[in-house]
């Protein structure tokens, strides 16, 4: 069955393309949507929000939804954009790429999707085909490895050369000259939940972090800095790195838990993990051991994703609400493809405390 807030969308929806609600109309309030569908404030909230990432209607605080102009839309020039990403269905990347999707559609730009799988080869096969494409006027790219020297600058500059427009997010290459980027504010990211736990009487505090991509090591210098800001225990035996290639760090059940993360673990009383799908993976090897959380070990991360929901304990996370990465890097290529200047952007954290801490 249907979501409801996906059939209350489909029905304006169609109200809209029938007319019912004509271009630069505005929609009945939330409180009428609400008596009219017999459904909650939320409900409404969700599916106008659908809506919205279809770039059917504005919306703007204590104004309303305005229907938008769908025919002056259209008028503008149709572009093609590709997208490269590391992944396009796994972890937070369907969110991302949902919310870049809703501004390109709403520019009127075809959208051409590309995953590297974090692999260096991968994106120079990606980038040759770009550059030997008739017709590309921008390019949001996810940076590959970006910890490590990247062999595939090369192509990344004739793409500068040709003037086709490039925006970076979640990683960057620091090599790149005059580019733009929206990156998460991993170091203060870092330093915030090492802050909070020391907040809560932790002094012990361990990390697991990835070591291949960029915002591994931001996240691991604001954590290791808040630590000898705050005088605790700075140990290397506290902190487990992994790469893209380890994917048994995922899989609690798996012997690497038992004999090779485990040691690091031992003798403390928190852990800040990369991501939450790591988290996920530290929550059920401890529950496993019959380790209490968060009365024995906290546990906390990033992203605030899926995997923050489930898993044995709702998992301490930082959000970017009511931030998107996608949004954010997607509205800044359209405005450099309309020929604007634009500056990068560091996109801040919000703690979203749960169960696990």
Known sequence: MALKYK???????????????????????EYLLCKAFNCSRQTIRAALQCLADEGLIQRRQGSGSRVVNVQETRQNPRRTI??????????????????????????NCEVMLY????????ERRILQGLLDHKKIDGILVEGTKTAHPNP????????????????????NYSELENTVS???????GGRMLVEYLAS???????GIFKYDDLQGH??????????????????????????TEFKEVFDAKSEIWEHTISPFLHGCTAVVCYNDQIAKATVEFLLAHHVSIPRQVAVVSFDNSVFSEFGGCRITSLSHEPYNVGQVSAEKLVELMNGNSVSSQYVPWVLVEKESS
Request: aromatic share 12%.
């Open 7 to 29: 059939t209350i969308a489909d029905e304006l929806r169609s109200r809209i393309f029938s007319g019912v609600y004509p271009p630069d109309s505005m929609l009945p309030t």
């Open 82 to 107: 590709a997208i490269i990403t590391t992944n396009i269905t796994d972890y937070i990347f369907p969110s991302v790429l949902r919310k870049a999707e809703a501004v390109f559609s709403a520019n």
């Open 115 to 122: 995953a590297t799988a974090n692999q260096i080869s991968v």
């Open 152 to 171: 595939n600058l090369d192509l990344y500059r004739k793409i500068q050369q040709k003037g086709i427009p490039l925006v970076f997010f979640h990683g």
């Open 182 to 188: 929206v990156l998460d504010d991993n170091y203060n």
């Open 200 to 206: 809560k009487g932790h002094t012990q505090i361990a």
């Open 218 to 243: 931001q996240r691991y210098a604001g954590y290791i800095d808040a630590l000898r800001d705050l005088g605790l225990p700075m140990e290397d035996r506290k902190v487990f790195w992994y790469n």
